[in-house]
């Protein structure tokens, strides 16, 4: 079944950075785009950034853009977050899943998330 | 940029209960929306896609309905599972952007 795991979460400095992972499995990894959204304690869902399958095309929500860059490597059926200039507004857990085949889809499957920290 | 603004904000209901949850977009988005159901500490799970279209494994007592700005989550006879927080999703731009979440509680 699909299987979505992410990693690198934990506590970081403002200003810092932070690299988050998003091992896949269970399905046609290359086929698929893939999204980011994260939740803020106690908050709602927030979209943060997905990837076309060859990785041709991505978008940020403004929040982010700038400082966060989205990548994926499909040779290792997994989706990578690099998080810059963090700030605590940042502070959430992140959530890696799959957004289907065209742009124009939800989000199917989810990870457990990964806990992101912005602290001194 | 597309606001999704969901309504209530917090439902107290009982099991077996019909329960109606609305979803007003900013601008239309045809049909493209989606309802997740989230538990604490968990992830979300999707519920419904295409307004209408029930994902596979999600029992038939969740309905979705509308097209343009208003949307509908019915459930139709509330079970004790189905308290949770529920949200909806445009996917209609590529800013997936989420209601602020609907908390059904007893």
């Known amino acids: 079944q699909v299987q979505l795991v992410e990693s690198g979460g934990g506590l970081v400095k403002p200003g810092g950075s932070l690299r988050l992972s998003c091992a896949a499995s269970g399905f046609t990894f290359s086929d698929y785009y893939m999204s980011w959204i994260r939740q803020a304690p106690g908050k709602g869902l927030e979209w943060v950034s997905y990837?076309?399958?060859?990785?041709?095309?991505?978008y940020y929500a403004d929040s982010v853009r700038g400082r966060f860059t989205i990548s994926r490597d499909n040779t290792k059926n997994s989706v990578f977050l690099q998080m810059k200039s963090l700030r605590g507004e940042d502070t959430a857990v992140y959530y890696c899943a799959t957004k289907g085949t065209i742009v124009a889809a939800p989000c199917h499957q989810w990870g457990q998330g990964t806990l992101v920290t912005v602290s001194s | 940029d597309i606001q999704m603004t969901q309504s209530p904000s917090t439902l107290s209901a009982s099991v077996g209960d019909r329960v109606t949850i609305t979803c007003r977009a900013s601008q239309s988005i045809s049909t493209s929306l989606a309802w997740y159901q989230q538990k604490p500490g968990k992830a979300p799970k999707l519920l419904i896609y295409k307004a209408s279209s029930l994902e596979s494994g999600v029992p038939s007592r969740f309905s979705g309905s509308g097209s343009g700005t208003e949307f509908t989550l019915t459930i139709s006879s509330l079970q004790p599972d189905d308290f949770a927080t529920y949200y909806c999703q445009q996917y209609n731009t590529y800013e997936g952007i989420f209601g602020q979440g609907t908390k059904v509680e007893i």
């Open positions: 990837m076309s399958s060859s990785g041709s095309v991505i």
